[in-house]
């Protein structure tokens, strides 16, 4: 579908064909270490994420809805990084540094659904903590199967829809600008590169913003006012336990909100005044920290996964040992 989408952008000769990434510049003379450096940053990624979905997959007992929103907000880790951190090691190796036009609005789309779902999928969990701890005896009838399938797939649709309805607009553009001073593409820097005046996209991007931010932080406070409510009528010990179910919920919501802050305010105010080497720091953030940090958190952070983890670690680590043994005595 997405690919169909860009492909749908008028060609003009007075349309430019490639973006330079100028941000790349200030990375020139280190760009075999942070080559290195991104590379393994993506490897961590992917094996941290897919680690923890295999284990709640093998695990019967881990197949709670908690637990399944848990794989869906690392599949939109895997997602989002993929759609940067593999772009950033080909543009920093190569000699110009230029992207196509269709290759960096592609980006742009990936990395705008990825930060707009991964919201989605927080405030559904938001959800799913506020059922589990204020009404436990009906958590599984709330929960049920058929909800639980269609919680994900609106979660999942939700964010594609609404983008794809709103960057239809950006689709239409020619582009006579030629710097990109981003390491990754973003909308409102293929709206400023446009050949007329577009300030209706940023008007109308501020109007899916709020589609985007206050739906969801509106389930959430919810969510949470009700939590706090309850667990006042809690014996210390169950609020404890209360609050250790809610850890990497809120951990993983401060992060996203830390990171959507530094990317807003990068992409709608001047931040010329600031050292470039602080502004592409903030850029990456919300790109490389919550796709580390949440397996993390869900990982250790949740008692049932973290056990499960150190079975298999335990398991693999016997194995591993008779076979050492084995071809010793062989």
Known sequence: ???????????????????????????????????????LLYLITLVLNVLLISVIHKNKQLHQPMNVFTCLLSLNEIYGSSALLPAIVAVLVSKTHDVTVKWCMAQAYFLHTYASGEFCILALMGYDRYV?????????????????????????????????????????????????????????????????????????GLAILVLFIVPQLVMIVFSYAHILRVCRTFPKESQANAFRTCFPHLLSLLNYTIASFFEIIQTRFNMSHVAVEAQIFLSLYFIIIPPIANPVLYGLGTQTVRGCIMKLFIKNKVMTTVLAKTLTVG
Do not use: D
């Not at 990434?21 to 990375?27: D, I, K, L, R």
């Not at 607009?169 to 400023?192: A, D, H, I, S, W």
């Open 1 to 39: 579908m997405s690919l169909l989408l860009f492909s749908s952008q008028p060609s003009s000769p007075s349309s430019r064909s490639t973006f330079k990434m100028t941000a790349y510049a200030v990375m020139e003379n280190y760009k075999h270490g942070l080559f290195s450096a991104f590379f």
């Open 132 to 204: 589990a701890i204020c009404s436990p005896l009906h958590y599984y009838s709330i929960m049920s199967y058929s909800k639980t399938c269609k919680l994900i797939a609106f979660t999942g649709l939700y964010p594609f829809i609404v983008f794809t309805s709103f960057y239809s607009l950006t689709l239409q553009l020619r582009f006579c600008g030629k710097v990109m001073p981003k390491l990754y593409c973003v909308n409102m820097e293929l709206v400023k590169n446009s050949c007329t005046n577009a300030q209706y996209i940023s008007t109308v």
